[in-house]
């Protein structure tokens, strides 16, 4: 496994969209609105995480060990700046296996136990299936994860 895949972040407000786009690849990334600065800076303290920000204050506060301060104000162009920084390799098999909204890798799950939680063209049309185990989400891959894999084409690796 490459190391660089245990790498931790920690999103803030005003970058909660590449926070969102890392975990769809696969990171995990702590991120939630209400957090303040000093509270996001204890949690990725406590948990090791790296900071991702765009706000210049972070870089002065004595608490702050990681944080990578990003330039640019476009999601994209926020997420190739944290690849190149930290020589991610987002690979295809790692979108997608962590829950969007929960930060927590997703499981398997056996085709008919998910009968009566997908629509029924869902169910007929697919048959790999996976649950959060936080949340119970069910995910599967249709057309909107390839939607995605077009838009982030550039940033996978294999
Ligand atoms: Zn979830």
Redesign the pocket.
């Known amino acids: 496994m490459n190391c660089s895949t245990e790498l931790k972040f920690i999103a803030d407000e005003n970058v909660c969209k590449l926070g969102r786009w890392l975990r769809i690849l696969g990171y995990d990334v702590a991120y939630h609105s209400q957090f303040s600065d000093e509270e996001l800076a204890g949690i990725a303290l406590k948990e090791k995480r790296i900071i991702l920000t765009r706000d210049h204050d972070f870089l002065e506060m004595k608490t702050v060990e990681r944080c990578l301060l990003l330039e640019s104000t476009s999601p994209i162009q926020q997420l190739k700046q944290v690849v190149d920084t930290f020589n991610l390799t987002p690979t295809e098999d790692k979108i997608f296996s962590r829950?969007?909204?929960?930060?927590?890798p997703?499981e398997r799950i056996e085709k008919r136990a998910v009968v009566s939680k997908v629509p029924s063209y869902v169910y007929k049309t697919q048959d790999t299936f996976y649950r959060?185990?936080?949340?119970?989400?069910i995910y599967w891959t249709g057309t909107h994860i390839e939607n995605f894999k077009d838009r982030l084409k550039s940033f996978i690796i294999a």
């Open positions: 829950c969007v909204k929960c930060n927590v997703i959060c185990p936080s949340c119970e989400s």
